[in-house]
């Protein structure tokens, strides 16, 4: 993978929506270090012991508290802060919650881009903006191989929809507004970037199978598994991340044809059952427990199999996943592990550094 150029970030103003979630607060963590002047848009502080909170990033960047579908509050983080990136992040991305909120759901993530989408077409200034969509986004034929960036958008639950419409949503205001061939008229880049199944520490996302799995360690209890047999193309956040700031970078050197949609994914072989996950943890834990069929099996849909191709990453930007599977389970088991008793900024940047120098 090509490192990302340690000075191509510093003192760069860069607004990350969602910056107190799971994969918002590593970002934020990681554009710290890099140097970036980092502006963060949440709804709220995320969990008590998410990275956010236990690390106090916060104190080290502009912290502000804000709904995304608020359009004045966009308009005045805009006007404020004058962002030259924007990694937009902020959504609401459980599928379960969505079949029970589904106005919710399209609410936050549909207008939620929308606006800041409309903020960077008010805006006269140069700006890159990077929405982080999902890998949920395609319409999903439960194809063996992986699935490629010019592949149709569809989503069978409402969450998977959602951002299949915020993918056509943006793909049109790149060509009505952000057109890489008028790019001297409106110096704007838009890109999607796609990825899933992203596992790390700092998730205790509802419904999810490691916030499962350590609170069940925690309480000393057996895990209880919906679908053990499922296999999933696994990867840790920091893989995604990577990728997303590899990107990045290459737009902030005035690479505009890097405009556009983007697969980051893992190496096909990291793809195991989450049987085979919950065990792999409990090992690395030293734990004794075992797992347990759910008996309320759920009524609502599930994708079988999801895979991503991601060539056109590999090919163009020279970026490639360095984790295996056991790797990510091992990195992932020892932030859960430690997490209480060291200092979260050293084991995050730790992990960071571990990542980068691979």
Same mark, same amino acid.
């Given at each position: 993978?090509?490192?990302?150029?340690?000075?191509?970030?510093?003192?760069?103003?860069?607004?990350?929506?969602?910056?107190?979630?799971?994969?918002?607060?590593?970002?934020?963590?990681?554009?710290?270090?890099?140097?970036?002047? %980092?502006?963060?848009?949440?709804?709220?502080?995320?969990?008590?012991?998410?990275?956010?909170?236990?690390?106090?990033?916060?104190?080290?960047?502009?912290?502000?508290?804000?709904?995304?579908?608020? &359009?004045?509050?966009?308009?005045?983080?805009?006007?404020?802060?004058?962002?030259?990136?924007?990694?937009?992040?902020?959504?609401?991305?459980?599928?379960?919650?969505?079949?029970?909120?589904?106005?919710?759901?399209?609410?936050?993530?549909?207008?939620?881009?929308? +606006?800041?989408?409309?903020?960077?077409?008010?805006?006269?200034?140069?700006?890159?903006?990077?929405?982080?969509?999902?890998?949920?986004?395609?319409? +999903?034929?439960?194809?063996?191989?992986?699935?490629? &960036?010019?592949?149709? #958008?569809?989503?069978?639950?409402?969450?998977?929809?959602?951002?299949?419409?915020?993918?056509?949503?943006?793909?049109?205001?790149?060509?009505?507004?952000?057109?890489?061939? =008028?790019? #001297? &008229?409106?110096?704007? %880049?838009?890109?999607?970037?796609?990825?899933?199944?992203?596992?790390?520490?700092?998730?205790?996302?509802?419904?999810?199978?490691?916030?499962?799995?350590?609170?069940?360690?925690?309480?000393?209890?057996?895990?209880?598994? =919906?679908?053990?047999?499922?296999?999933?193309?696994?990867?840790? %956040?920091?893989?995604?991340?990577?990728?997303?700031?590899?990107?990045?970078?290459?737009?902030?050197?005035? @690479?505009?044809?890097?405009?556009?949609?983007?697969?980051?994914?893992?190496?096909?072989?990291?793809?195991?059952?989450?049987?085979?996950?919950?065990?792999?943890?409990?090992?690395?834990?030293?734990?004794?427990?075992?797992?347990?069929?759910? +008996?309320?099996?759920?009524?609502?849909?599930?994708?079988?199999?999801?895979?991503?191709?991601?060539?056109?990453?590999?090919?163009?930007?020279?970026?490639?996943?360095?984790?295996?599977?056991?790797?990510?389970?091992?990195?992932?088991?020892?932030?859960?592990? @430690?997490?209480?008793?060291?200092?979260?900024?050293?084991?995050?940047? =730790?992990?960071?550094?571990?990542?980068?120098?691979?």
């Amino acid at each position: 993978m090509e490192y990302i150029k340690s000075d191509v970030f510093k003192g760069k103003r860069v607004l990350i929506t969602g910056h107190t979630g799971f994969k918002g607060s590593w970002l934020t963590m990681w554009l710290t270090k890099l140097g970036a002047k %980092v502006i963060g848009l949440s709804l709220d502080s995320g969990h008590k012991n998410g990275i956010f909170n236990l690390s106090q990033i916060g104190k080290d960047i502009i912290d502000i508290r804000g709904d995304i579908r608020e &359009e004045q509050k966009i308009k005045y983080v805009f006007e404020t802060y004058k962002p030259e990136i924007i990694f937009h992040l902020a959504a609401q991305p459980l599928v379960k919650y969505s079949y029970q909120y589904p106005k919710d759901t399209y609410s936050i993530n549909v207008m939620g881009t929308l +606006n800041i989408l409309e903020e960077m077409r008010k805006y006269s200034e140069p700006q890159i903006g990077i929405f982080v969509t999902s890998d949920k986004c395609y319409q +999903n034929n439960d194809w063996d191989w992986g699935y490629r &960036e010019i592949d149709p #958008m569809g989503g069978i639950d409402p969450y998977s929809s959602s951002k299949g419409c915020c993918e056509l949503l943006i793909s049109s205001y790149r060509d009505s507004y952000f057109n890489t061939q =008028r790019f #001297m &008229e409106h110096q704007k %880049v838009l890109a999607t970037v796609r990825a899933g199944n992203v596992i790390g520490g700092g998730d205790w996302a509802v419904d999810r199978i490691i916030p499962d799995v350590v609170k069940a360690i925690k309480d000393k209890q057996d895990i209880i598994v =919906r679908s053990p047999n499922a296999i999933r193309p696994w990867q840790h %956040v920091l893989e995604a991340l990577s990728g997303y700031l590899v990107l990045a970078s290459k737009l902030l050197e005035g @690479n505009i044809k890097y405009s556009g949609a983007w697969n980051f994914g893992p190496h096909s072989h990291n793809g195991i059952t989450v049987k085979e996950l919950v065990e792999n943890i409990f090992q690395h834990w030293g734990y004794s427990g075992s797992w347990k069929l759910e +008996n309320n099996q759920t009524t609502f849909y599930e994708a079988k199999i999801l895979n991503l191709d991601i060539s056109k990453a590999n090919r163009s930007l020279q970026w490639f996943p360095r984790w295996d599977i056991y790797e990510t389970i091992e990195k992932t088991t020892d932030w859960y592990k @430690n997490y209480e008793t060291v200092s979260i900024k050293e084991l995050c940047y =730790r992990q960071i550094n571990e990542y980068c120098n691979f």
